[in-house]
């Protein structure tokens, strides 16, 4: 059964929730179905393809007891079609209490006929390390959301 996310937001949450339950199928569900799907890893690795990115999520999932992505800062484009969300990833690694990162990612979704689908997420190391666990005033205001033209 394919799932149908309503919105970009709920591809997103789902593919952060799945990385935090090491869920390699809930996952690659949240992807487009294309071939040419993009996943940069901080790390400068350029994975292209369901194939790529599901095997690179395998081996992450395997190496480390557990990860949780925090965002904040979010900004977000959206029109009918697509959407670009860019935001500041904040990791914890195990039980371990310090942060990695901040590492900004950019997502950008597509809505087709089985709803928003990840097409491209890019993560990097921030070079301003002050943006871990920060929110903007257009955060606490739920002002960040912007329409594409």
Known sequence: MITVFASPEDVESTFYEAIARADLVALMS???DDEEIICIHPTG???IGTTAIRESWRSIFANNQRLQVRLSRGLRWNSMLLAVH???????IGDQPQAHGPLLATNVFQRGASGWRLLAHHSSTAAD???AD???EGERDGK???TLH
Do not use: F, K
């Open 144 to 146: 960040t959301q912007r």
């Open 86 to 92: 860019n935001v500041v990833e904040t990791l914890y």
């Open 129 to 131: 390390h002050d943006l």
């Open 45 to 47: 690795q350029r994975l």
């Open 30 to 32: 949240v992807w487009a």
């Open 134 to 136: 920060r929110r903007t």
